[in-house]
């Protein structure tokens, strides 16, 4: 394979520092400074034009006059002059750089006019860079010190990415008190070209980064950075703090100025999607490095919290209620052994009080007994000075007992100087230290919930009974209508029609423009009904003027009419033919719900769900999440609110049909899919009657939109439109399908009916046993980045997958690997070609430029049509092996 990209930035075996200085504590001398006290192996090339040797090393006057090739260019010199040096640097084939220069759009016109001709000219010459305004960076595995940070770093596993230089050098002073190391230590500065997506990335395939945290001040290309991150959060935990908690505009305007749906909420469920654990504070940042930079992360939800104070312990236990959870309860087994060695006033129970007199052998004696039995996801273990506990040999008696074992210890070691000593002690061995209970039962926390978050992630979702019948064309039809060149509110009988389109129940709605036309329609709907004022642009009107309910009879029908009409018609002389509409009075319910969706200009649609009717800006009971949505995540949204657990039936009240409630979500998520013209839509209140669902009030906001469906989601859906039905060779009908996540049980079996040989020849292995986590990794596919094209029988035949084409691809579709496999009851009936031949079209249609597939040599079957289909074919670096690709 070709050597990436940014492996010229991250591991470069040459680096140009352009403004290197003589003067010390200057960018120039300073960064050239760390780079040799860093020691870096490869050549550097200081580049000043009026100095011929800085800190022992001849100086060049520009990078044309370097008598080597150079992979990294350092930029510490004025801003406006970097354009012309950066064209330089691509005459002679430097391939990334780093801009320390500071100024751009961030002071003012000028500014941003230099920023564009920065990017213009790096673009041209095939430069990837960090920064402007970045401190620089540091990868210590290959003696990398390209930044002005003064603290020297040592080689560990965690990567920091970070939009502040400022954070950069505390978290760096913070390391080394706390005797942690990093892969990578990365400033991003502006973000102009290098973002927080492509150094995931990248991070995501480099062995010593093991977990990567981001400190975010603002995001760029969310789409982007939510594909990458989906991508690597299930192999490395990402943590990010996003600073400034504020609300955002939408696109469309609302009667709201605190939004249900904010930003925050957004960012939330933006980074829950992503697969990242989001921490609030710096303080919960640091506790959360410091804990991935030492131990494993806990894979349960038990802990157990042993201590010498009461006080602390019940700390820990608030702590603990906070996330909804209590301390892991001791079996009678644990119960028995600390009996045995705890004095006999000690009381049995978690947390485990060993009081204050505690010894480091009754610290040792009881740790022992709990990570013997392995009951526990966890220790938090607790210190606070008392005269007859010793702080130092308590920690160094602790290191001792908790030596060569995997369970994560958090140790608390609650005073000043006197728990110092001890606490440097617990560091150098590698176990995390905090200042308070609730710091480590938050810790703990975080880091179960990123465990806790890849099982919910990597769950397979029912199948819909039936496939999801909605009729988009009809949609389409009434959507067209009602655009105009602004915003527009439709009516509620509008909203109601194009819920309908999309199987959302909604109650029965007619128009009427007369008393007369409003009495035939109660009748038909069948009384009691209610009149609503039908002029969505009065969204100001109370409920009291817009809304009259209960109506019995044609006189009451006749009396609403006249009186919503008058009053309104009095308010507001400038309308004419004011109608009303009449529907269905549902009965009394036994909950009203909300759905609602929203466009942002940068997250696309939110959907949100929760508690509604009159007081739904009051109880603020509401979840949010990115469509689009299946089953599973249709639940998981429900299961984020506090109506919940009623709604399931721990209450007096009837249970939901949760079923249904998830399947009308699947549906309006499918709506905002399909229309990015959609702005806003409310259904509030959604009516739960007996169980069952019915929409009684609606609200939509549509306007024309500058992206088309599905370029304004973040999250890419299923791409209906690589479905293609076929045939055969003895007449079988087939339907090719990108793979869906519920399609685990049909993967299953497919690879069932493969022979040993079969699966060798696509996985160039034997492989005894499909596991789930194995199976995921076939059918939950981010379609941004890798589509799973999978045959599946058709009536008259058993509906059973037959083959599967599966395409990965480079974020920047630069390329993509491409494998087929066919089960061996269909070989040989045309199935292989056929894949192969959609695969190609699916990665033309991706606009990727390399096709490319690695194929066994005593695979001819398999090299025999490659050449057939123009693919060129040469051997690879492994013997076994032979490579094949297509220029597209």
């Given amino acids: ?203 995501g395939n480099q062995e010593p980064a093991r977990s990567i945290i981001i400190y975010m001040e603002s995001l760029t290309r969310h789409r982007k950075f939510m594909s990458a991150a989906r991508s690597v959060s299930r192999i490395k935990p990402i943590i990010v703090i996003k600073a400034g908690r504020q609300q955002t505009k939408t696109r469309t305007g609302e009667h709201r100025n605190d939004p249900l749906i904010s930003e925050d909420t957004a960012y939330e469920a933006f980074f829950r999607r992503a697969g990242i654990v989001r921490v609030d504070t710096i303080g919960q940042l640091f506790d ?288 004419r033919n004011l109608g009303v509409t009449v529907q269905a009075q549902e009965r009394k319910p036994h909950f009203e719900l909300f759905i609602g969706c929203r466009q942002d200009p940068h997250f696309g649609p939110l959907l949100g769900f929760g508690t509604g009717g009159p007081f739904v800006e009051i109880f603020r009971d509401i979840a949010v999440d990115l469509p689009p949505l299946n089953l599973l995540l249709a639940r998981r949204l429900m299961e984020r609110t506090r109506i919940f657990q009623a709604l399931a039936g721990e209450s007096q009240l009837p249970a939901a049909d949760l079923d249904q409630l998830a399947e009308i979500l699947v549906r309006v998520s499918q709506l905002a899919t399909d229309f990015p013209e959609i702005g806003f839509l409310e259904i509030n209140p959604l009516f739960i009657i007996n169980g069952r669902a019915t929409a009684v009030a609606a609200r939509l906001i549509v306007e024309a939109s500058e992206l088309p469906a599905p370029r304004h989601l973040i999250i890419a859906p299923y791409p209906n439109q690589y479905e293609n039905d076929w045939m055969l060779r003895d007449g079988t009908p087939v339907l090719l399908r990108p793979m869906k996540p519920e399609d685990e049980p049909l993967v299953s079996a497919f690879l069932m009916k493969c022979s040993s040989e079969t699966i060798f020849f696509r996985y160039f292995k034997k492989v005894k046993q499909w596991t789930h986590e194995m199976l995921i990794r076939f059918t939950q596919n981010d379609y941004d980045r890798e589509v799973g094209l999978m045959a599946l029988g058709q009536p008259p035949g058993p509906e059973v997958m037959m083959g599967v084409g599966r395409l990965i691809m480079a974020a920047d579709r630069s390329s993509a690997e491409f494998a087929v496999i066919v089960a061996d009851p269909w070989q040989g009936k045309g199935l292989g070609p056929k894949l192969v031949e959609q695969v190609i079209a699916i990665a033309q249609d991706q606009q990727v430029k390399l096709l490319y597939g690695e194929v066994l040599t005593q695979n001819q079957p398999m090299l025999d049509l490659a050449k057939k289909l123009g693919f060129k074919v040469r051997r690879a670096e492994d013997p076994q092996l032979c490579h094949i690709e297509m220029a597209l």
């Avoid at 504590?25 to 860093?38: A, I, V, Y």
């Avoid at 095939?126 to 990398?144: A, E, F, N, Q």
């Avoid at 409920?543 to 009053?567: C, K, P, S």
């Fill in 288 to 575: 959360c490095a410091e804990t991935l930079g030492k131990i494993q992360r806990p894979l349960g939800g038990e802990i157990a919290i042993i201590t010498n104070g009461g006080g602390p312990a019940l700390m820990a236990v608030d702590a603990l209620r906070r996330w909804n959870k209590a301390p892991g309860e001791l079996s009678p087994e644990i119960q028995v052994k600390l009996a045995n060695v705890l004095p006999a006033v000690w009381k049995p129970g978690n947390p485990i009080n060993i009081l204050r007199d505690a010894t480091p052998e009754r610290y040792a004696q009881t740790v022992h007994t709990v990570m013997e039995k392995r009951e526990f996801s966890g220790l938090v273990i607790i210190l606070s000075p008392q005269t007859l506990t010793n702080p130092t040999e308590v920690a160094a008696t602790l290191v001792r007992e908790t030596e060569n074992q995997n369970l994560p210890i958090f140790a608390v070691w609650m005073g000043g100087d006197e728990v110092a000593p001890g606490i440097k002690i617990l560091n150098q061995a590698g176990i995390p230290t905090f200042k308070t209970p609730e710091a480590a039962v938050d810790t703990f926390m975080e880091m179960y919930s990123y465990s806790r978050h890849l099982v919910l992630l990597q769950e397979t979702p029912s199948r819909q009974p039936t496939d999801l019948k909605v009729n988009t064309k009809q949609a389409r039809a009434f959507l067209n209508q009602c655009l105009a060149p602004a915003p527009k509110h439709l009516t509620e009988l509008e909203a109601k029609a194009i819920l309908s389109t999309y199987g959302i129940p909604v109650n029965r709605t007619v128009a009427a423009a007369s008393a007369a036309e409003a009495k035939m329609a109660a009748q038909e709907i069948g009384f009691p009904v209610l009149l609503k004022i039908n002029a969505p642009e009065l969204e100001a009107l109370t409920e009291r003027t817009r809304v009259i309910y209960h109506l019995n009879d044609d006189l009451q029908v006749e009396r609403a009419f006249d009186r919503l009409t008058g009053e309104t018609r009095n308010r507001h002389p400038q309308l």
């Fill in 1 to 203: 394979m070709e050597k990436d990209h940014l492996d010229y930035l991250f591991k470069p075996e040459s680096v140009a520092v352009i403004g290197a200085s003589e003067k010390a504590d200057s960018p120039g001398w300073s960064l050239l400074h760390n780079l040799q006290q860093g020691g870096f192996p490869g050549q550097v090339f200081p580049i000043n034009p009026k100095i011929q040797e800085i800190l022992g090393l001849p100086a060049y006057p520009a990078v044309t006059e370097v008598p080597g090739t150079i992979d990294l260019a350092v930029i510490a010199i004025p801003i406006a002059d970097i354009p012309p040096v950066l064209r330089q640097c691509g005459q002679v084939g430097v391939k990334t750089a780093v801009i320390i220069s500071v100024g751009g759009k961030e002071v003012g016109a000028e500014g941003d006019r230099i920023e564009a001709e920065i990017q213009a000219a790096a673009e041209e010459a095939g430069i990837r860079y960090l920064g402007h305004s970045s401190l620089g960076l540091i990868c210590p595995w290959v003696g990398l010190h390209a930044s002005l940070a003064r603290q020297a770093v040592h080689p560990g596993h965690l990567a920091f990415i970070s939009q502040s230089g400022a954070l950069c050098s505390s978290v760096l002073g913070w390391a080394a008190r706390k005797n942690i190391g990093f892969s990578h230590f990365i400033s991003v500065g502006s973000k102009t070209d290098l973002d927080f997506a492509d150094l995931i990335d990248y991070l």
